[in-house]
């Protein structure tokens, strides 16, 4: 466990980001990820008859859908206890293999840090 004060401010930044989408939309995860030039991207599940997405596929796809080219990091709130492959997936074909991934619980404190590879 991981408390969020020892994250960077850019860091925090997302996952405060991810939290507030989660709440906001009482959906299971909230998510947000940084791009080459720091921009923010935040999204929550979409859960749609004909879409499915988690929330970390869909910030992948709005930064995707911006132009980004890469990314940085990637935050993802949920009461699961690990990132999923998919999840990780769509990470690294964005932001490569060595993306970190930052998996915090509700309370927004990071549970852990995993890379996107």
């Known amino acids: 466990m991981t408390d969020s004060t020892d994250l960077g401010p850019e860091d925090r930044k997302i996952v405060t980001l991810a939290r ?4 906001r939309n009482s ?3 909230g998510a947000a990820v940084r791009d080459e030039t720091g921009r923010t991207y935040a999204a929550g599940t979409v859960a749609l ?21 890469s990314l940085e990091a990637a935050a993802v709130v949920s009461e699961s206890e690990s990132a999923s492959d998919a999840d990780r ?13 930052l998996l915090a619980g509700p309370d927004g404190t990071v549970r852990a840090s995993v890379t996107a590879g």
């Open 27 to 29: 959906v299971p995860e």
């Open 89 to 101: 997936a769509a990470v690294r074909d964005l932001g490569g293999p060595e993306t970190p991934v």
């Open 20 to 23: 507030s989408v989660r709440a």
């Open 49 to 69: 008859e004909s879409l499915k997405l988690s929330a970390l596929q869909t910030a992948v796809a709005m930064a995707v859908a911006s132009g980004a080219t």
